[in-house]
Every structure is written in C-alpha cells, then in structure tokens.
C-alpha cells in the first residue's frame, strides 16, 4: 500500500489539526497524477526533457484541442499504480486566460477513482 504526505491545491503538506496530513491508495494516485501535471517541461535542471509542455505545445495559438487532450491523457496515463483511464474532459480558459481544468475518471491498482478535477493556473 502505497502512503503519502497529502498536499493541497498549491502543492503545500496540507495539516490537519497542526500535524502532516496523509493520502494513500487511490487518493495518493489522483495526487501524484496532479503533481505530474502541474511540473512543467523544463523546470527540473537536471532533466530538461520531463515535465508536461505547458508553455511549448498547451497554451499556444492556435489552440490544437485533440493534441492537447492527447498529450494529458498520455501524461496521465504513465502515472504509476494508474491501469487505465475511463472518462476524460477538459475545458481552456478563453484566449486571455491561461487556464485548464481536467476532469478525469481512471481505474488504479486500488479502484476506480471518480469525478476527480485538476486545474491548473487557475
């Protein structure tokens, strides 16, 4: 059984009553599958190469929306402990709004997680 220290939204150890909170099993899947999101292609020094383009392939004009959903479900489909993904949607921000919300619903070693939401630069 995998266990975790749980984050909130802004990727901070999220506490309860003053002490680190912890996720496991399927919680600890949706939580690595938004960290994996959240990490922008580039940002790691030491491998250039990983991370979710963002700023190179995503948020660019014109706006590709099959490529788009292509590259996240990819992305989080390669998450450990994650079998495989039943429903996918996203919905971008308007042209001057960089912003995405990701609906998904994906089968673990542990279950199915449902209904869960990732956004990003909200």
């Known amino acids: 059984m995998a266990i975790s220290k749980a984050l909130n939204s802004t990727n901070d150890l999220f506490l309860l009553n003053g002490r680190i909170a912890m996720v496991s ?7 690595h599958v938004r960290t994996r999101l959240q990490f922008y292609l580039g940002e790691w020094f030491l ?16 706006t590709n929306l099959s490529n788009i ?9 390669l998450t450990p402990e994650l079998s495989s993904i039943v429903d996918f949607s996203m919905a971008i921000g308007g042209p001057t709004n960089r912003s995405l919300r ?3 619903e994906a089968q ?9 939401e990732i956004y990003i630069n909200d």
């Open 47 to 62: 491998d250039l190469s990983a991370g979710t383009p963002w700023l190179q392939e995503i948020f660019v004009t014109p």
């Open 108 to 116: 673990t070693s542990y279950g199915l997680v449902s209904a869960e």
């Open 69 to 77: 959903e292509s590259i996240l479900k990819a992305r989080i489909a």
């Open 102 to 104: 990701i609906n998904f």
């Open 25 to 31: 099993e399927g919680e600890q899947v949706v939580q």
